[in-house]
């Protein structure tokens, strides 16, 4: 059976008052076909992930994982109280690079997809917390040009859910059961055509 390590933010795991991510339905979908692993952290933006993905590595047999599903984002375009993104693009191009290098190191035999940010729902009463659907299309374009040059499948969970009512959501970021099984279809159907 292929081993799959789920890595990403609480669109993967849920956030700790909303339940479920997609986490627990890919696990659902592939079993008796591949173990899924994830971890019970949110991976939230890409300098957290770079900084516990060693500690969440000894967690498994590292060198028998077969795919790594990855994705960070809604973190980092996030505006705190009126401020600037948490992270400014061009640095989260570099900590995605860094990301990426440290997947390769720790999982060395492990095909690597990234996950492009989901689409929020701008007109959610969110004031302290923002996001703004154009500058994920920006970070999102921003990702694809890094792992296009990586040589990393990219799977577009933006359009997806772009393309999602509002009915499939729950607050700006998050999506109901049905949204969250959707998405864990897509990454499921990524995930098996590599």
Request: with cysteine.
């Amino acid at each position: 059976m292929k081993n799959i390590l789920l890595l990403g933010d609480s669109i993967r795991c849920g956030a700790s008052s909303i339940k479920p991510g997609y986490d627990g339905f890919v696990k659902e979908k592939l079993s008796g076909i591949a173990n899924v692993y994830f971890p019970d952290d949110n991976c939230r933006f890409a300098q957290y992930t770079l900084r516990y993905l060693g500690d969440w590595a000894k967690k498994l047999d590292a060198e028998k994982i077969d795919v790594i599903h990855w994705n960070n984002g809604l973190w980092d375009v996030l505006r705190l109280h009126g401020d600037e993104p948490l992270t400014p693009c061009n640095m989260y191009v570099e900590m995605l690079r860094r990301v990426h290098g440290k997947l390769r190191l720790l999982f060395p035999n492990a095909k690597i997809i990234f996950a492009l940010t989901t689409s929020v729902w701008e007109e959610w009463d969110a004031a302290e917390q923002v996001r703004h659907n154009s500058e994920i299309e920006e970070y999102n374009a921003a990702a694809k040009n890094l792992m296009s040059s990586l040589g990393v499948e990219v799977n577009d969970l933006y359009s997806i859910t772009r393309s999602f009512s509002n009915k499939l959501r729950i607050d700006d970021v998050h999506f109901s059961e049905e949204g969250s099984r959707l998405l864990a279809d897509a990454v499921v159907e990524k995930i098996m055509s590599i």
